[in-house]
């Protein structure tokens, strides 16, 4: 196997992998070679979706979804009588 050195990373950074490590239950070492592992056989373009309910769904399914409150139907309300007001617009409020 080889050996990689990456310099310069920002401490956020380093932090936030070592927090994604720890919640895999995986060491930074191991983490990062997963990353890097998924990186690679990935291919580069973005996978296509085919359309936005299932670009939702991939977002929100892993977290257990989310209920959307359904309002209560209400009457429409009364139209305003167009046919009422004269063409000129003299009597308009």
Known sequence: MANMTVRNVEDETKQQLRLRAARHG???????????????????????????????RELVEP???????????????????FEDWDDEGDDHP
């Open 63 to 81: 977290h257990g979804g989310f209920e959307i409150p359904i309002p209560l139907r209400q009457p429409a309300p009364r139209p305003i009588p």
């Open 26 to 56: 995986n060491s930074l070492e191991a983490e990062l070679r997963l990353i890097l592992r998924d990186a690679a056989s990935s291919r580069d373009e973005a996978p296509r979706r085919t359309n936005l309910y299932d670009a939702i």
